[in-house]
């Protein structure tokens, strides 16, 4: 039977959710079918959200009316968007690792994309993204949009890094990878981290992450990460200084490297990554974000917390 | 240094760790919650009936350290309640700051708020625990005490839901099954209607809350029986209880109270209203569990099978006790299992043979009678204590039963096992 993992949602008004009426839960063993009690979930029992709910599901994502306040040119084919937004979402998007889905209002779902919260304020979200596909083109300036949130598995890893207080912290993003670190760089000075930031433009030929982090101190570091040169930075780095946690934001390969050094180096390094899977419903449901991993284990990356170990 | 991991800091894994370390052995204790003692910080029935032998046996065996603390500890000595004669009453509110200060003074390394959740399992060995957190616990004998209470899934499913008991799953998270982890399938107790679990035999009831003339009662004589309302009494809930023990007339027809520090009420719950009708309890709310007029912790679902060693079937390495090693009913059953486990995982570090207690010792004959039931569905249906019940039955009739401290020697003697538990010859 496949291992019981913990989720992401557990313990969030969202769970319990439809993966529990088809006995497909990722955490609780009753609710895949089991007889007896197998999970590691610290927290309020999934199964009775399930019986006191009756097992009625009325706490589905919903969609949110936004609208495109401003688009900016950032470069090549990378936009910055404001969107007006409820504020009640604006919330709930407060934290590391959050994600919405947007598309046009006049779209259907089909073209629902997931995009990292960049950064907000009371009454908008900023989203970076790069204007390559069908879901992307065609996004425009005073577009309304349909908004469905929140969810927050942008960040693959075990703890809880919104709790981490005065740790040492790596942060190494790469390109796109930059639209996903500025709210956890946020969050985590303000909780007294010691936090580098390796910063490489990638393909996107831009450092646009920095011009918003205005009253954020700290030490940024330009390496061309996938030289032999940036990779060495790097590693003189993670062996000369204590590093509790590393976050890598940026394509696979970025993720792979990072392994690699950890591995050399300090396996008890805290590791999150960016989450680059294909995720098309955010729910465990379609399947689109499912990896197997060397036990077999075919694990749903939307909303499974797990060590990017097993997946790298 | 050879290594032995406890995994439950219950009664049974405290005797666990106290028998491998009095050998020289270095022992960690792995513990979920931020006390010792588990269910024995809610407990506190002692030396009753057949327990008062089983508890001289474990003395003269070699291991008496913790009835010490339980004696020291009585609030009551000698007294008697249906059923049951000679019963000695520790105080919940005093006992575990003092088990866990003879544990850290013996030198065992405690890892209290530390839930195992898995093992690194080779060649039908388990080589190491893996905590919550991560850590990796590495030893060359393990003792599974984890007990078969909960979590609040199996209290949903197979009770009237979490009662909030001492356990604290929703804090600490749920129990898991490391015999299970490591492959071996648990056995589950069942009902008398043949529905997985049992409730908790019993409830506490906050001392305070209850009338003078109660209070007074209770301080002097440690027993108070309330009569039930005609129309109030259940007999049917007793069938549902752990305590079999304690499954009889009186307790359907009277509220029981022993004073262990708070008013243990020996039923496994009772509506708050209903009790309230009782006089000297026109105000009384509950202690432990928290929702004690709904419902309690149910237990038995978790049994791993054994030899009547305490080895666990299956996995070379691993040992169990408590009620993870059977139906038991108690702290003198976990007490007395525990301290074989942790005084065989020893020899089984040595390479020496496993000690297998004979069945003339009541010890010994608990063991394996239970063991031999567990295997038929009718005695899964059975608890197995020295209290009361089957067994105690069974003692009776066996001639095991005696409250003759010389007798009980000469037994523990004629068997040469006096101090084994101080050997590995």
Known sequence: ?312 | MNRIVVIGGGWAGCAASIAAIKLGIEVVLIEKTDMLLGLGNVGGIMRNNGRFTAAEENILLGRGELFNITDKFSLHKNIDFPGHKHAYLYDVTKIEPAVRELLLSLGVILKLQKRAVDVVKEDGYIRAIILNDGETIYGDVFVETTGSTGPMGNCLKYGNGCAMCILRCPTFGPRVSISQKAGVTDIVGMKKDGSYGAFSGSCKLNKDSLSNEVINELEKEGVVLLPVPKDDIQRDKLSKKVCQQYAIDEYAENIILLDTGHAKMMTSFYPLEKLRKIKGLENARYEDPYSGGIGNSVRYLSIAPREDTMKVKGIKNLFCAGEKSGLFVGHTEAIVTGTLAGYNSVRHVYGKELLKLPTDLAIGDLISYTNKKMNTEEGLKDRYTFAGSTYFNRMLDKGLYSTDLHEIRNRVEDLNLLNIYNKIE
């Open chain 1, 1 to 312: 039977m496949l291992k019981l993992y913990k989720c992401i949602d557990s313990g969030s008004e969202y769970c319990t959710c439809s993966l529990s009426d088809t006995k497909d839960c990722i955490s609780c063993s009753h609710l895949r079918g089991d007889d007896l009690c197998d999970c590691t979930w610290n927290g309020v029992c999934i199964l009775y959200e399930y019986i006191m709910k009756n097992g009625s599901q009325n706490n589905y994502r919903r969609d949110y009316k936004g609208q495109i306040v401003d688009k900016k040119f950032i470069s090549n084919e990378l936009y910055l968007l404001k969107i007006k937004l409820d504020n009640k979402l604006i919330r709930k998007l407060d934290t590391i690792g959050s994600y919405v889905f947007i598309r046009k209002d006049c779209n259907s779902s089909y073209y629902n994309t997931p995009m990292s919260i960049f950064d907000l304020d009371e009454h908008h979200i900023y989203i970076v993204y790069q204007e390559i596909g069908p879901k992307t083109k065609k996004i425009n300036k005073g577009d309304t949009l349909i908004i469905k949130g929140p969810y927050w598995g942008g960040l693959i890893g075990t703890s809880d890094l919104s709790k981490k207080e005065n740790c040492s912290i790596v942060i190494v993003a790469r390109g796109i990878g930059q639209s996903s670190i500025l709210l956890p760089i946020k969050k985590l000075y303000l909780k007294g981290n010691n936090i580098v930031l390796f910063l490489d433009q990638g393909k996107t030929s831009s450092l646009y992450c920095l011009d918003f982090m205005k009253g954020v101190n700290i030490k940024t570091i330009l390496i061309d990460s996938l030289s032999n040169e940036g990779e060495k930075t790097l590693k003189n780095y993670i062996k000369g200084n204590p590093v509790d946690v590393l976050i890598s934001a940026g394509a696979d390969m970025v993720h792979r490297q990072m392994k690699t050094i950890i591995e050399t180096i300090d396996k008890s390094i805290e590791w999150f990554v960016s989450n680059n899977s294909i995720i098309c419903c955010g729910e465990g449901v379609c399947g689109a974000c499912l990896k197997k991993i060397e036990n077999g284990d075919r694990i749903k990356l939307c909303k499974t917390i797990i060590d990017p170990r097993n997946i790298y």
